[in-house]
């Protein structure tokens, strides 16, 4: 079986640009800064190979406009493929902390994660060599139900996370929650995830199924929504991009979630390229005194 090739061996270069060029015009009203993030997992948890592909075919689509982000990178995965780790730090991009393992906060105690997160920070700092001081809850699992991780990973020695959608959601989210930067009483900041609002609805559209299946006029209209928005990012997984495996993994999912995971992957590299058209992207680490400047308090309880 060849390697992946992503959307790259599918689509002519003049119809990428097109599509990237066409992609720019929704996202016309997003402020000039923002910070790409990827959350590094593999959609096979046994085959890792797609996984390492794809995510340097989106440091080369990042760097192509002369801009770094941060990589949210899962411990077992930096276990195994300590050279994209430091692949990663070697191009300039921040290496942050996607848990050891891609399991739900609410799913641990304290001290489990504790301990977890010790080991994989260790790790990602190691083969790094600089601080680790992000985290993101996989599958943005930072929850009212799980509000007692937000001391565990100040503990750990995060000085913040992105792991909250200030939003209902069908998965986890945290009605309430501010949309904006915000500390919890243990001193982490924590950077939400960017929502489009949709009546009581808040959809994170700068990432994930949601970029990939919102259809423009709706891109457009959530972009307007977050002209003035604090902290502005985008996130993707590698997965998101390779369009010629797509499907090859997650049998953990139901049908339904596998189908929706598996298609339209083709417009997620020129959506993310038309994002990035005319912005700066910086990780989160070099903007991290500007976000915490009058970031409130949150005293979110369970």
Not at 23 to 38: M, Q
Not at 102 to 109: D, I, Q, V
Not at 134 to 153: D, K, N
Not at 250 to 274: I, Q, Y
Request: with cysteine; aromatic share 8%; hydrophobic share 40%.
């Amino acid at each position: 079986m060849t390697a992946s090739t992503g959307y790259q061996g599918y689509q002519a270069p003049s119809g990428q640009t097109r599509a990237a060029t066409g992609a720019a015009r929704l996202f016309a009203e997003l402020p000039a800064e923002l910070t790409f993030t990827v959350d590094v997992e593999p959609e096979n948890p046994v085959d890792d190979r797609d996984c390492v592909i794809m995510t340097r075919r989106l440091m080369d689509l990042l760097e192509a406009g002369g801009g770094h982000g941060t990589f949210f990178i899962l411990g077992v995965l930096a276990a195994r493929r300590p050279d994209l780790v430091q692949e990663i730090a070697a191009r300039g991009h921040e290496v942050a902390c996607h848990g050891l393992y891609h399991r739900a906060l609410e799913h641990g105690s304290p001290a489990t994660l504790l301990a977890e997160l010790t080991e994989a920070k260790r790790l990602l700092e190691d083969l790094s060599g600089r601080p680790v001081l992000g985290f993101r809850a996989p599958m943005f699992s930072l929850t009212r139900r799980s509000a007692w991780a937000a001391a565990v990973l100040t503990e750990a020695g995060f000085r913040y996370s992105s792991s909250v959608v200030p939003a209902w959601n069908p998965m986890h989210g945290w009605p309430g929650a501010p949309r904006r930067p915000f500390r919890f009483a243990s001193g982490l900041l924590e950077i939400p995830v960017p929502l489009g609002r949709l009546g009581p609805l808040g959809l994170p559209f700068l990432g994930g199924m949601y970029l990939r299946y919102l259809p423009p006029w709706r891109l457009r209209q959530f972009s307007e929504q977050n002209r003035d928005a604090q902290g502005l990012w985008s996130y993707c997984h590698p997965y998101d991009v390779d369009t010629a495996r797509a499907g090859a993994g997650h049998s953990d999912r139901g049908l339904l979630a596998r189908l929706f995971l598996r298609c339209n992957r083709d417009v997620a590299a020129p959506r993310l390229t038309g994002l990035l058209d005319g912005r700066q992207s910086r990780p989160f680490v070099e903007r991290l005194d500007q976000l915490a400047a009058d970031a409130p308090l949150f005293a979110g309880r369970l």
